[in-house]
Antibody, heavy 121, light 107 residues
């Protein structure tokens, strides 16, 4: 059974870089049937897709965040990562990693538990 | 970006009620429409993908329908564990976008 686990600092200072890692267990990041995504959710608000990695090396970003976001992967560790630069209070949110299938509908079928990141001095 | 608009934003219902949530896309999205349930403090959980296909393990009281730009999530008989927030999501084009959510509360 595939599981995802986010890790990283829970507190980041304004203007600094937010860095998170998602570790995949029970499956492989190189499995061509899946993309690996980051999604965030500010408190009391909706879900925002940030970006994704595919085993071919293809990486896609939400244009609204593209200038500040980097998604990368370490296939040897079966992990993928997120960096958000120049953070502000607006980046405070629960950050989820999620698996995105290439089957019908292309849904996010497996999610990590989420990690809360607060941007504050 | 494709905008996903859900209605209502919240609703109150009783156990056993039939509940319907609608989702409208700002443009045609074929069958790339998925539904998620999110309980407080938890990650979203996939309920339905490709408009109407139930994810494995999801109770049959959940159903999805629609086409083109207009879609519906129906809970045929609301159970206590169904009180949560529901999101629709499109995967037709990038960036993937979600509806704003519909909160289902106990009446």
């Amino acid at each position: 059974q595939v599981q995802l686990q986010e890790s990283g600092p829970g507190l980041v200072k304004p203007s600094q870089t937010l860095s998170l890692t998602c570790t995949i267990s029970g499956g492989s990041i190189t499995d061509g049937a899946f993309y690996w995504s980051w999604v965030r959710q500010p408190a009391g608000r909706g879900l925002e897709w940030i970006g994704r990695f595919y085993t071919s090396g293809t990486i896609d970003y939400n244009p609204s965040l593209k200038s500040r976001v980097t998604v990368s992967a370490d296939t040897s560790k079966n992990q993928f990562s997120l960096k958000v630069t120049s953070v502000t209070a607006a980046d405070t949110a629960v950050y989820y990693c999620a698996r995105h299938t290439v089957t019908e509908g292309y849904p996010f079928d497996i999610w990590g538990q989420g990690t809360m990141v607060t941007v504050s001095s | 970006d494709i905008q996903m608009t859900q209605s209502p934003s919240s609703l109150s219902a009783s156990v056993g009620d039939r509940v319907t949530i609608t989702c409208r896309a700002s443009q045609y999205i074929s069958n790339y429409l998925n539904w998620y349930q999110q309980r407080p403090g938890k990650a979203p959980k996939l309920l339905i993908y490709a408009i109407s296909t139930l994810q494995s393990g999801v109770p049959s009281r959940f159903g999805g329908s629609g086409s083109g730009t207009d879609f519906t999530l129906t809970i045929s008989s609301l159970q206590p564990e169904d009180f949560a927030t529901y999101y629709c999501q499109q995967s037709y084009s990038a960036p993937r976008t979600f509806g704003q959510g519909t909160r289902v509360e106990i009446k």
